[in-house]
């Protein structure tokens, strides 16, 4: 048997922690789960350390998140003193993403980067009921109906709901930044874009109950009319 070990990318969620309370992080991230228990199932998870002034219990902060169904997998912002600790405990230390930096000298002229190829758009038509979920891989997802509550739809490009989006919906599955959701009503558990994810409680603003799209700006998730 031979070994390949590849370089590539994959899509995290990263939770900045603002304080060391573990008690009440433990509460929170609870509370977060319950309301859309099927997005954070198994969920991969990056701890960003950078914003605390104490040091955290490693140990008890990865038990917190492992027993609500998510699995921790490393720590960005690791203090250097730290990093011993967190090895033990079984915490991977990530090194943050690279900041761009001014350019020395002139480069040559890049070739135009290829964006992602897409099937013909997958259409679904009727209502997603409670408990369905729909991929589609590759392509667009079009529903042609209700995304009922309890219901989750995904797709690694764009989503279009001719309806009401009352359960979940997850558009640029596979890490497309451009990928957007589209919704004649908004009431949704929870809309992600390329792992950045809203849950009920962030969206109920002027858009809520309203014909809405959702897009990444500047790596947050934007709202707009539709």
């Known amino acids: 048997m031979s070994l390949l070990f590849k ?3 994959f899509t995290l969620s990263v939770l900045a922690l603002t304080d060391a309370d573990l008690a009440d992080f433990e509460n ?3 509370e977060k789960v319950q309301q859309a228990p099927g997005f954070f199932q198994a969920a991969p998870l990056v701890v960003d350390l950078g914003a605390l002034t104490e040091a955290p219990d490693l140990a008890r902060l990865k038990s917190a998140i492992a027993n609500q169904g998510m699995v921790p997998v490393g720590l960005v912002n690791c203090p250097e003193a ?8 079984g915490w991977a230390v990530m090194q943050p993403g690279r900041q761009p930096t001014a350019a020395k000298a002139a480069a040559p002229k890049a070739e135009p980067q290829q964006g992602p190829v897409y099937l013909a758009a997958q259409v679904h038509q009727g209502q997603v009921r409670s408990g369905q979920q729909l991929y589609a891989k590759d392509r667009d997802l079009i529903i042609l109906g209700t995304v009922g509550a309890g219901a989750e739809v995904i797709a690694d490009g764009c989503i279009h709901i001719y309806g009401n989006l009352r359960g979940r919906a997850i558009a ?15 009431e ?3 809309v992600s874009v390329a792992g950045t994810y809203w849950l009920s409680d962030d969206l109920q603003g002027s858009q809520w109950q309203a014909p809405t799209q959702v897009w990444l700006k500047e790596e947050k998730l934007a709202l707009g009319p539709l």
């Open 172 to 186: 640029g599955a596979n890490g497309d930044t451009q990928a957007r959701i589209f919704c004649h009503k908004l």
């Open 82 to 89: 730290l990093k011993g600790l967190a090895r033990e405990t």
């Open 7 to 9: 370089g590539t990318s």
């Open 28 to 30: 929170k991230v609870a």
């Open 188 to 190: 949704a558990e929870l």
